[in-house]
Structure formats: C-alpha cells, structure tokens
C-alpha cells in the first residue's frame, strides 16, 4: 500500500541516500532506504526497516462549511480519514442532506510516528458530529475477549443499521423519489421509482444491506443494472453502471457494503448517476423515509467494561472547543493507554 509516503534526502561524505516511509496491510509501518555507496563503486544498497512506531491520539475537530471532506482536510485529515469518519455514521447521518453550513466535528484518532515523524492516520477511536439536523458520537470499542468489535454510541448501541443510508459515499441526492416526475428524457409524466445519486463515472456503490442477487445484466432503460433481495420483504434495485463488480451474478449473495458496481449512464441517463431504487412487499418505496431497525448493541455482559473503555475519550470530547483542541490532545495522550 503506498500511502503516506514521506521522502527524505540524506547526502554525506560517503552516501547518498533517500528513504521513503509506506504502511503495510496492517497499517505497520516501514521505511525503504536506497543509498549509492560512493566507494563501493557506485552500488546502490537497499535495505528495509520495520520501524519502531509510536502511536499518539490526537484530537481533530473543525467546522464544517462546504462539506465534512473539506471540513476535515483543512484540519489536516487526508482522503483515509475522510472515509474511516464517513463510515462511523453511514447508517445515521447522509453527509449531503443532513450536512448545514456551522455543524462541527470532533475526533480522536491514532497517529503513527516513526523516527520522530508523521506517517499516517491509524484509526479512528471516537468521533462526534454536531449538527443542526442530526448530532451523535461514536466510540471504538474492543472487549479483552475479542469477542466484541465495532463502533457504539455512548449508550452501547450499534451505530450500524440492517441498512445503509446511502448506496455511495459522500454522494448528492440529484433527483428523489417522485410519483409524479417530468421525465426529462421521456419528456413525459412518470413516476420516478426511486433516488438519484450524481456521481463521476466509476465510482463504487455498494450493496446497502446483506442480499442475494436477483438480476444482475443489461435492459434497453436500465443499462447495467443489479437487483438485491433482502431480509423482511425489502429489494433494492441499481441502474445505469459502467459495469457490474466481478462475481455479481444471479444467485450471488453479497454482504452490506460490498461494492457491486460503478457509476456510469447506461441504458436511459442523461449523466452519470445511480438510480437506487427500494421496494418494499413488491411496491416502490422512497428509500429515504424508511427506517431501519438497528443492529445488536454491546451485550450486557460487556457494559461496564466499554463504560471504562470510553470513560477518557467521552471526557475529552465534553470539554474540548475547537481553540482548546489541541491542550486537550496533549493531556489526552498521557491520561490514556488503550
Ligand atoms: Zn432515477
């Protein structure tokens, strides 16, 4: 995985070297170091180091007044951060509709320090988003036994539900879902059976809920398009791919969050887009006004160990404003040994 990547350029009497810092798989970090030997005759040696890495929890937070994206790369966050904090709320928040211009953001994450320098995000271990139509905080939490992972709120409950609020990340909703819609390539009244997601061609959606596939091909209005049966009598359906995922066939199950294709304006589009449409007992539904039941939360068993688990993190969220971020941060690091 190339990410992350810091150069480094080193010249002295006998070398010349550059050294680049990656991650591995597992988010581990090393170095590759290449030095030309100048009295070994102009040999190039190359070494790699497993680096001692050091893990620092650091506070972030900003004001959200374009979109979270940009709200957590002006605080420094890169695309992997973006993406691990979309993710804690995909089943709670839709970033485009529920997103105003003043709502704020909080998080504590891992940052990985090798040779005293900044090598990349580890994960994110609690995150707060405070806004005028939605506010909620997630905590990671990870019992001794292993036997319980995932993200809960402060109560214990699961922050994922049977379905995902959105097919795509981070994408706009273009046109809802309409009974009485101008078709404006039809240039006729019909029904709009379901929500359109404007995305550039090529990017992944994914499967909002766990499924087997019920038709998976090409049709003359729906271009390349999937269809997903799912638990308690709900389908969804995905029009207009580029192209399906490999392995997405007829009888194929798939899981939530799987990506089963990629935008594209196949068959009856005028642009790039998703149409994600959800039917439920056999009749269209607007996916958007569903609501989903949610998912298992932390067993009693394990509640009083996820309470002492959050107890610091929920602390520093509480007392945290964005000017005194960064003192919290600082005593955050020694207050805490997860
Ligand atoms: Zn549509």
Same mark, same amino acid.
């Given at each position: 995985?190339?990410?992350?990547?810091?150069?480094?350029?080193?010249?002295?009497?006998?070398?010349?070297?550059?050294? %680049?810092?990656?991650?591995?798989?597992? &988010?581990?970090?090393?170095?590759?170091?290449?030095? %030309?030997?100048?009295?070994?005759?102009?040999?190039?040696? @190359?070494?790699?180091?497993?680096?001692?890495?050091? *893990?620092?929890?650091?506070? @972030?937070?900003?004001?959200?007044?374009?979109? @979270?994206?940009?709200?957590?790369?002006?605080?420094?966050?890169?695309?992997?951060?973006?993406?691990?904090?979309?993710?804690?709320?995909?089943?709670?928040?839709?970033?485009?509709?529920?997103?105003?211009?003043?709502?704020?953001?909080?998080?504590?994450?891992?940052?990985? @320090?090798?040779?005293? *320098?900044?090598?990349?995000?580890? !994960?994110?271990?609690?995150?707060?988003?405070?806004?005028?139509? +939605?506010? %909620?905080?997630?905590?990671?939490?990870?019992?001794?036994?292993?036997?319980?992972?995932?993200?809960?709120?402060?109560?214990? *409950?699961?922050?994922?539900?049977?379905?995902?609020?959105?097919? /795509?990340? /981070?994408?706009?909703? =273009?046109? &809802?879902?309409?009974?009485? !819609?101008?078709?404006?390539?039809?240039?006729?009244? +019909?029904?709009?059976?379901?929500?359109?997601?404007?995305?550039?061609?090529?990017?992944?959606?994914?499967?909002?809920?766990?499924?087997?596939?019920?038709?998976?091909?090409?049709?003359?209005?729906?271009?390349?398009?999937?269809?997903?049966?799912?638990?308690?009598?709900?389908? =969804?359906?995905?029009?207009?791919?580029?192209?399906?995922?490999?392995?997405?066939? #007829?009888?194929?199950? #798939?899981?939530?969050?799987?990506?089963?294709?990629?935008?594209? +304006? =196949?068959?009856?589009?005028?642009?790039?887009?998703?149409?994600?449409?959800?039917? /439920?007992?056999?009749?269209?539904?607007?996916?958007?006004?569903?609501?989903?039941?949610?998912?298992?939360?932390?067993?009693?068993?394990? /509640?009083?160990?996820?309470?002492?688990?959050?107890?610091?993190? #929920?602390?520093?969220?509480?007392?945290?404003?964005?000017?005194?971020?960064?003192? #919290?941060?600082?005593?955050?690091?020694?207050?805490?040994?997860?």
């Amino acid at each position: 995985m190339q990410r992350g990547l810091l150069g480094q350029e080193n010249e002295s009497m006998t070398t010349r070297a550059i050294e %680049l810092y990656s991650k591995d798989e597992n &988010g581990l970090a090393y170095s590759v170091k290449a030095s %030309l030997a100048k009295d070994m005759g102009g040999e190039v040696k @190359i070494s790699v180091n497993k680096t001692q890495v050091y *893990r620092e929890h650091a506070l @972030i937070n900003g004001v959200v007044s374009n979109s @979270i994206s940009s709200a957590i790369v002006e605080q420094g966050g890169d695309a992997q951060l973006v993406n691990s904090f979309a993710d804690i709320f995909a089943w709670q928040i839709d970033f485009f509709r529920d997103t105003r211009e003043g709502d704020s953001y909080q998080m504590i994450v891992e940052k990985n @320090i090798a040779d005293g *320098r900044f090598v990349g995000y580890g !994960r994110v271990l609690a995150a707060e988003y405070s806004g005028e139509r +939605k506010s %909620l905080r997630g905590f990671y939490f990870e019992s001794v036994d292993g036997k319980v992972a995932g993200f809960f709120d402060h109560e214990g *409950r699961s922050l994922k539900n049977a379905f995902l609020k959105a097919p /795509l990340k /981070l994408a706009s909703i =273009t046109s &809802g879902f309409n009974k009485h !819609r101008f078709h404006p390539v039809q240039k006729r009244i +019909k029904p709009h059976n379901g929500v359109d997601y404007g995305a550039n061609r090529g990017t992944p959606f994914m499967a909002v809920a766990n499924g087997v596939v019920t038709n998976a091909g090409f049709s003359r209005f729906n271009g390349n398009w999937v269809r997903l049966k799912h638990m308690n009598g709900y389908e =969804t359906e995905y029009l207009h791919a580029t192209k399906l995922a490999p392995g997405i066939h #007829v009888g194929a199950r #798939v899981n939530q969050g799987q990506v089963i294709g990629y935008v594209g +304006k =196949t068959g009856l589009a005028t642009g790039y887009h998703l149409h994600f449409g959800m039917k /439920l007992a056999g009749n269209y539904v607007d996916p958007v006004k569903q609501n989903f039941a949610r998912s298992e939360g932390v067993p009693a068993k394990y /509640l009083r160990e996820f309470s002492s688990n959050i107890a610091a993190m #929920v602390i520093a969220l509480n007392r945290q404003s964005p000017n005194r971020a960064t003192v #919290v941060a600082q005593k955050f690091n020694h207050q805490v040994n997860l």
